[in-house]
């Protein structure tokens, strides 16, 4: 099957600095990524979608500023968290719709970053 | 806005039961409907996904139903194995771009 790889699976900052994760489909392009986060105890939130060669869309409440997202090929999609506090500390998770599929049903996700500012 | 709510938040039984997972949905328009499993710090494992047409999906073990009109997909895991214990979330795509509301799950606890 289809996989998509996330690095680093964790990562600890400190407050004020940046810190990027990359997303990768491994076998497969996709034009479009996703990426979510999830606070403990809690569901995935949409975060933005990532689309190859042009900005990401970002849901309402997503500082685009501070979440940079970079989509710079059809296998690779960066998230930069800038300047990142404690509130920011998470589990993020991408996912990617293979380009063949021809739609998004078919989508499979990474297993997921865990970032923690202290 | 569409909102997914999963029903319980937790369940536990013992091995051999069969599991049966709620999910309820508030916008009946939606493309598709699946369900994931998620392990203790990692990702997602996609289960089974069910088209708006369709009404069932089953794999192996696991079966999910989906009712559009009222809003709602059940999830039944036959003979639960200790292996099944989880965190299940159920995700509702309600455009056309794929991007997925997720209800906060049920965890899942099979004990031996």
């Known amino acids: 099957g289809a996989v998509v790889s996330q690095h680093p699976s964790w990562v600890i900052c400190k407050s004020g600095t940046s810190v990027k994760i990359e997303c990768r489909s491994l076998?497969?392009?996709?034009?479009?990524m996703f990426w979510y986060r999830q606070f403990p105890k809690q569901s995935l939130m949409l975060m933005a979608t990532s689309n190859e060669g042009s900005k990401a869309t970002y849901e309402q409440g997503v500082e685009k500023d501070k979440f940079l997202i970079n989509h710079a090929s059809l296998t690779l999609s960066t998230l930069t968290v800038t300047s990142a506090h404690p509130e920011d500390s998470s589990f993020y998770i991408c996912?990617?719709?293979?380009?063949?599929?021809?739609?998004?049903?078919?989508?499979?996700f990474g297993p997921g970053t865990r970032l923690t500012v202290t | 806005k569409q909102e997914v709510t999963q029903i319980p938040a937790a369940l536990s039984v013992p091995e051999g039961e069969n599991l049966v997972l709620n999910c309820s949905f508030t916008d009946s328009a939606i493309y598709n409907l699946q369900w994931f499993r998620q392990d203790p710090g990692k990702g997602l494992t996609s289960l089974l996904l069910i088209q708006s047409s369709q009404r069932e999906q089953t794999s192996g073990r696991l079966n999910a139903s989906l009712d559009k009109s009222s809003g709602r997909s059940t999830l039944y895991i036959a003979a639960s194995q200790p292996g099944d214990s989880a965190t299940y979330l159920c995700a509702v795509n309600s455009d056309s771009w794929g991007k997925f509301q997720f209800g906060a799950g049920t965890q899942v606890v099979v004990t031996p």
């Open positions: 996912s990617a719709s293979p380009v063949s599929s021809g739609s998004f049903d078919e989508q499979y």
């Open positions: 076998d497969f392009q996709a034009t479009t």
